[in-house]
């Protein structure tokens, strides 16, 4: 939700029932201030990415892109050799070493390679892949993503992939 407010600047926001949030200002008599609250240029990024997202055809697009750099980096993994499953719920995605489905939690922290990816995170990033560091967290797709930049991701993923396997 904070990527989306701020439009993927840094903003603070929080809310409540409403009998506390009819305490603030300028309902009730408790003030709230911060340093990120309200920012003029974050709320504009903010308003101008739910317009964007409430476009036709956009989540449709960051699901194909998301599974489209899924689908790539897993068949990359599998061509070297690894267990590696992923998946994608919309524009949010991500991998784990190990074979699938992963459904929860559990399952990753059972079955999942956490060395490797931790491995596979850093040898990208040495790379200018910037993915999430933990094997728990997701990615997210943006509508700025090119398919080129998909298929530059992949081609680096399977560089990766094939290194990680001499290993």
Same mark, same amino acid.
């Given at each position: 939700?904070?990527?989306?407010?701020?439009?993927?600047?840094?903003?603070?926001?929080?809310?409540?029932?409403?009998?506390?949030?009819?305490?603030?200002?300028?309902?009730?008599?408790?003030?709230?201030?911060?340093?990120?609250?309200?920012?003029?240029?974050?709320?504009?990024?903010? @308003?101008?990415?739910?317009?964007?997202?409430?476009?036709?055809?956009?989540?449709?697009?960051?699901?194909?892109?998301?599974?489209?750099?899924?689908?790539?980096?897993?068949?990359?993994? /599998?061509?070297?050799?690894?267990?590696?499953?992923?998946?994608?719920?919309?524009?949010?995605?991500?991998?784990?070493?190990?074979?699938?489905?992963?459904?929860?939690?559990?399952?990753?922290?059972?079955?999942?390679?956490?060395?490797?990816?931790?491995?596979?995170?850093?040898?990208?990033?040495?790379?200018?892949?910037?993915?999430?560091?933990?094997?728990?967290?997701?990615?997210?797709?943006?509508?700025?993503?090119?398919?080129?930049? @998909?298929? /530059?991701? @992949?081609?680096?993923?399977?560089?990766?992939?094939?290194?990680?396997?001499?290993?």
């Amino acid at each position: 939700m904070g990527k989306v407010i701020g439009g993927g600047l840094p903003v603070g926001a929080y809310g409540g029932k409403k009998e506390i949030m009819e305490m603030v200002a300028p309902a009730g008599p408790m003030y709230q201030a911060g340093t990120l609250s309200g920012n003029p240029l974050a709320m504009t990024a903010g @308003i101008e990415t739910l317009k964007r997202l409430s476009e036709s055809g956009v989540h449709e697009e960051l699901e194909r892109k998301s599974k489209m750099l899924v689908d790539g980096i897993v068949a990359a993994g /599998k061509k070297h050799g690894h267990k590696i499953t992923g998946g994608t719920a919309g524009g949010m995605f991500g991998w784990f070493f190990c074979d699938g489905p992963v459904m929860n939690f559990a399952t990753v922290a059972e079955n999942a390679d956490a060395e490797k990816f931790g491995k596979w995170h850093r040898m990208m990033l040495e790379r200018g892949v910037y993915l999430a560091p933990s094997l728990y967290e997701a990615g997210f797709m943006s509508m700025a993503h090119t398919e080129e930049d @998909i298929e /530059k991701t @992949i081609a680096i993923a399977d560089e990766v992939m094939a290194l990680l396997a001499e290993e």
